[in-house]
């Protein structure tokens, strides 16, 4: 049997007895088999037996070559502010290197905040790596990036736009949509939160816009962030190395992962951390859109999911509407307000069979959603970057911490059930009613899903 197989489906979790032993990761490496099966099952034991969920570890552990690591302490942040403050603060205390890997790195004011917080440690001899994607990126002042170039950061564009900077029309479509923030190596943070003016303000207390910012609007930002300090940072850390790798063309920019690995991390954090990560152009498989087929597959109590760009597969959609007929609570969060447009219409064109079958659905009011979150069984949990369509699976270099352990999801339950405390739900007798420019648009948008 070859257990780093490369479709899902060739072993289903109906075949446990087909599916490896989870194995357990620390920082020094593989954790003996009788001391991880007993984490384990303590980890899925108590206070609700979890222990359904085993074969969705078992099973991600054949579709990814990231490990499921223990010892994490995780911090789940809310919205930009306190995101930022929390990533400013770190790199403030940077002693060896700080690797920045983001979709959007706006030359506003929240950019410079961040360039004059990696320029000051830069004049304190810290090495500073900074991957942005060119097209998320593209409003920003080339002069932005040249003043932290000249300080010393190595910098790397990621798959350039503009032909005359060695732009490929044909790469266009593959962005880099990952957003990692990586200091010392022992310390990663990863989520949805690009570097912009967009979160200047929190979801909760939302401050009017000034003119030219990418996105107008008269809302906050909701989106969701996450602090990891652990032994799951060592695959954040390869994970940026390898991506570096991938592209630099001087063989003095290679970068050794041997540099970056801390061995010497101590954390006694309780849950458990795999990162599943998708690369763009990998159209056989991606192992975030496995990793949650297969969550949903299995859940017995409830599917949570907050997402910003929901334009789900058919597979998708009945693997959702069977978890209702099973007896699970499904419900999601999803935005009332948008950046998107197509996006949102394209989604609320599945509202009418969704709800139909049972499952409840949320729109957030006066804020604009942007998190791409869920929590299965108050267990299995993710927060990162994919949002829940085929481009984040197919085309995007995406990143998630896909988290198992009660006391986290029990945070992101509590998280959610605040977030549909402010919203509105849809109801069905009333969506049903909805003016026929609405159904046209939805219907519109539902066949252009494929060019989001």
């Not at 949509?177 to 022992?186: A, E, F």
């Amino acid at each position: 049997l070859e257990f780093r197989c490369r479709s899902p489906a060739q072993i289903p979790l109906s075949e446990p007895q087909y599916l490896p032993p989870v194995e357990l990761f620390d920082h020094i490496g593989k954790v003996a088999p009788e001391i991880a099966s007993n984490l384990l099952d303590r980890v899925l034991g108590s206070p609700l037996d979890s222990r359904h969920m085993l074969p969705v570890l078992q099973h991600a552990q054949l579709i990814s070559q990231s490990h499921l690591f223990v010892n994490n302490k995780l911090a789940l942040l809310v919205d930009g502010p306190e995101t930022y403050d929390a990533m400013l603060e770190t790199i403030g205390k940077a002693e060896s290197h700080i690797h920045l890997e983001t979709y959007v790195f706006a030359s506003d004011s929240v950019g410079r905040r961040f360039r004059d917080a990696l320029l000051e440690r830069l004049a304190h001899g810290i090495e500073v790596k900074l991957i942005y994607d060119s097209f998320g990126s593209f409003t920003s002042d080339p002069d932005f990036f040249q003043d932290l170039s000249e300080a010393g950061a190595d910098i790397l564009e990621w798959n350039p736009v503009n032909p005359l900077a060695g732009g490929n029309p044909v790469k266009l479509p593959f962005r880099n949509h990952r957003k990692l923030l990586i200091v010392d190596g022992d310390t990663a943070f990863t989520g949805g939160i690009n570097i912009t003016e967009d979160y200047s303000s929190s979801s909760s207390n939302p401050l009017p816009f000034s003119s030219g910012k990418r996105h107008e609007s008269r809302y906050g930002w909701r989106d969701t962030h996450l602090r990891i300090d652990g032994s799951a940072v060592l695959e954040f850390q390869k994970m940026f190395i390898d991506t570096w790798n991938s592209k630099v063309e001087k063989e003095r920019q290679i970068l050794d992962p041997s540099r970056y690995i801390d061995q010497d991390m101590g954390y006694e954090g309780k849950q458990l951390v795999r990162v599943m990560a998708s690369e763009g152009g990998d159209l056989e498989l991606s192992e975030v859109r496995a990793s949650y087929l297969d969550a949903i597959t299995a859940a017995e109590r409830n599917i949570w999911i907050t997402q910003a760009y929901f334009i789900p597969d058919n597979t998708f959609l009945e693997a959702l509407k069977a978890a209702v007929k099973r007896g699970v609570d499904v419900r999601l969060l999803l935005p009332g307000t948008s950046d998107s447009g197509l996006a949102i219409n394209a989604a609320r064109a599945h509202y009418s069979d969704l709800l139909r079958a049972g499952v409840q659905i949320w729109e957030t009011e006066e804020t604009v959603l942007h998190a791409k979150t869920a929590v299965v069984d108050n267990v299995w949990s993710t927060v990162g970057s994919s949002n829940l369509d085929s481009l984040s699976f197919f085309y995007n270099n995406e990143i998630n911490a896909i988290v198992i352990g009660q006391s986290f999801g029990k945070a992101m339950a509590e998280r959610f059930l605040a977030d549909i405390e402010i919203s509105e739900q849809v109801q069905l007798d009333t969506w049903q009613r909805r003016p026929l420019i609405e159904k046209t648009k939805q219907f519109l948008s539902r066949t252009l899903k494929l060019i989001l």
